[in-house]
């Protein structure tokens, strides 16, 4: 069964910290990976789309990574703000279907 | 670029009655929209894949009597909760995209379902 599991579930930072949030996935063939954002009650915003050949992305602080060899992700966050409190889901393109991950709840406190 | 609108964002409503959301894909066309459904503290989950002018397919266990969806044209689908109970409460979110490729999904800014 094509997974995609996040690490860690949930995440407490304070304001101005960096994280890194973790996705590894079991999905193949894969078309792209996604990173979103959702706040809470709202849909999901994309932050980051990477095929498999891209290895870096970046959107303003949040920089994405995909080693497609180990099947990792990861999400990093630099000098994280208040409006940066959401979840975060990882999200693996099937050829024509979405595979989401459970999310990482992060929370940013000043 | 790549707009997508739902409507309403919150929407209470009584049991027994039917309820339609609307997504609209502002500055492009959709070939196919999706929509699902999220739980608190769940993943988004999928009830059914829409291709304009065709027949919406049903992910296992969406009663499709219960949840009809519509895709007249290439800017909007809609998504009718019919005979609505509690348990339908839930938060609908619908996405779209450009073309065959599936590399550009946008969601909607979903919509909170209660059912009274």
């Known amino acids: 069964k094509n997974q995609v599991e996040q690490s860690p579930q949930s995440l407490i930072i304070l304001e101005g910290k960096n994280c890194t949030l973790q996705?590894?996935?079991?999905?193949?063939?894969?078309?792209?990976l996604r990173w979103y954002k959702q706040d809470t009650g709202r849909g999901p915003v994309s932050l980051t789309i990477m095929t498999f050949s891209e290895n870096t992305k970046s959107n303003g602080r949040y920089t994405a990574t995909l080693d497609a060899d180990t099947k990792q992700s990861s999400l990093h966050i630099t000098a994280s703000q208040l409006s940066d409190s959401a979840s975060y889901i990882c999200?693996?393109?099937?050829?024509?279907?979405?595979?989401f991950g459970t999310g990482t709840r992060l929370q940013v406190f000043p | 670029g790549a707009v997508v609108s739902q409507h309403p964002s919150w929407v209470i409503c009584k049991s027994g009655t039917s309820v339609k959301i609307e997504c609209r894909s502002l500055d492009f066309q959709a070939t196919t929209m999706f929509w699902y459904r999220q739980f608190p503290k769940q993943s988004l989950m999928l009830m059914a894949t829409s291709n304009e002018g065709s027949k919406a397919t049903y992910e296992q266990g969406v009663e499709k009597d219960k949840f009809l969806i519509n895709h007249a044209s290439l800017t909007l689908s809609t998504l009718t909760v019919t005979s609505a109970h509690p348990e339908d409460s839930s938060f609908y979110i619908c996405s779209a995209s450009k073309g065959a490729s599936n590399y550009g999904y946008t969601f909607g800014s979903g919509t909170r379902l209660t059912v009274v």
């Open positions: 996705c590894n996935y079991t999905v193949s063939p894969f078309s792209n």
């Open positions: 999200v693996v393109s099937e050829p024509d279907k979405l595979i």
